[in-house]
């Protein structure tokens, strides 16, 4: 079940007695926790009967204790425990799970990970509770769920700004959202996010990204990626090379894997490439001009210089000129 269906269930007034939120994705757990705490109760129902601990602070006794509290003045209370997977001896929770009181909705977080499905408290949870456990969206979606997200919110969004957003940021759901929050705080009465609204407002630029430099590098231009990589000599935080890296590295695995499908028309491609026809283009260019050969050792050069960004081999070389170093084996097939 996804977070939204939770949230459709409260507003429906249907509850359980227990809910345990476990998983790697934060920004789904996040949601359910803040509905919980700002919407299941009124302001006047919260004074008396919404209780939060965080598990890094929380005594297991205490927790227990406010379960088993019976609301007043209304008829449910909401007792939260976030951070679950700091609280000291959780196991002992089993003694409230095995028995839960109708009238508390006791949501928990427990993030990172999961619960040991070996231990009690999970197969009591198993029998009372309802559990859910958030994986992290697969780079490959990343895209989509952020046209999604900002179609949720009731805008539009062209594809170059998508691509930045997922460039720059990569698979963090949470900055995701608080970034699109605020350029929706600044775009007035306009309903389009553009990749000027993305320079203007969140400070990424549309000519110096990693996007551009994968352009550049697949036209061969190499006075492009040069320019594109000296800029972020000059603005380190824009794009520093453990995030430059990856992002390209994961580009040309995409264009590597167009080798070995049979049909590689724009229509076959369009949906490798999140139905972005300037990324289609693109990865054909990088096709033509480099061959499988060319990709191979491109990907053999990222992995390479990877290493040498995190000290592996190299011994305090800057970023910058080891990016330059690298395109430039890269665009003259050394």
Same mark, same amino acid.
């Given at each position: ?13 249907? +509850? ?89 909705? +006791? ?144 580009? +040309? ?5 167009? +080798? ?75």
């Amino acid at each position: 079940m996804s977070a939204e269906k939770i949230i459709s269930d409260w507003k429906k007034k249907n +509850f359980k007695p227990v809910y345990w939120l476990e998983g790697e994705e934060d920004y789904y757990m996040d949601s359910v926790m803040e509905f919980a705490e700002t919407n299941i109760l009124t302001a006047e129902e919260s004074s008396f009967n919404l209780t939060v601990f965080y598990g890094k602070d929380a005594d297991w006794t205490a927790v227990i204790n406010a379960c088993r509290r019976y609301p007043m003045f209304a008829e449910k209370q909401v007792v939260l425990l976030r951070e679950a997977q700091q609280m000291k001896e959780i196991e002992r929770l089993e003694a409230y799970v095995e028995n839960p009181l109708p009238s508390t909705i +006791f949501v928990v977080s427990y993030k990172g990970k999961s619960l040991d499905k070996r231990k009690a408290l999970y197969k009591n949870l198993k029998k009372t509770a309802e559990i859910y456990e958030f994986e992290k969206v697969k780079d490959y979606k990343l895209q989509e769920w952020i046209a999604n997200y900002v179609r949720s919110k009731g805008y539009t969004v062209s594809s170059k700004a998508i691509v930045l957003l997922d460039e720059h940021i990569g698979n963090d759901l949470n900055r995701i959202a608080n970034e699109i929050e605020k350029l929706a705080l600044n775009l007035g009465g306009k309903k389009e996010i553009t990749e000027d609204d993305i320079e203007k407002y969140i400070g990424i630029s549309k000519e110096y990204n990693v996007f551009e430099l994968q352009a550049a590098i697949a036209k061969k231009d190499l006075s492009k990626a040069l320019t594109i990589i000296q800029y972020f000599e000059g603005n380190p935080k824009a794009s520093p090379i453990h995030l430059v890296l990856p992002a390209l590295y994961a580009s +040309f695995s995409k264009i590597y894997s167009v +080798f070995g499908m049979k049909d590689q028309s724009d229509a076959a491609l369009k949906p490798l490439f999140y139905f972005n026809l300037t990324a289609v283009k693109n990865a054909q260019e990088t096709m033509r001009n480099y061959q499988y050969a060319g990709i191979e050792k491109i990907l053999l050069l990222l992995h390479h210089y990877n290493l040498k960004g995190v000290g592996v081999g190299d011994a305090g070389t800057s970023d910058a000129s080891l990016m330059k170093e690298m395109v430039v084996k890269m665009i003259a097939g050394l």
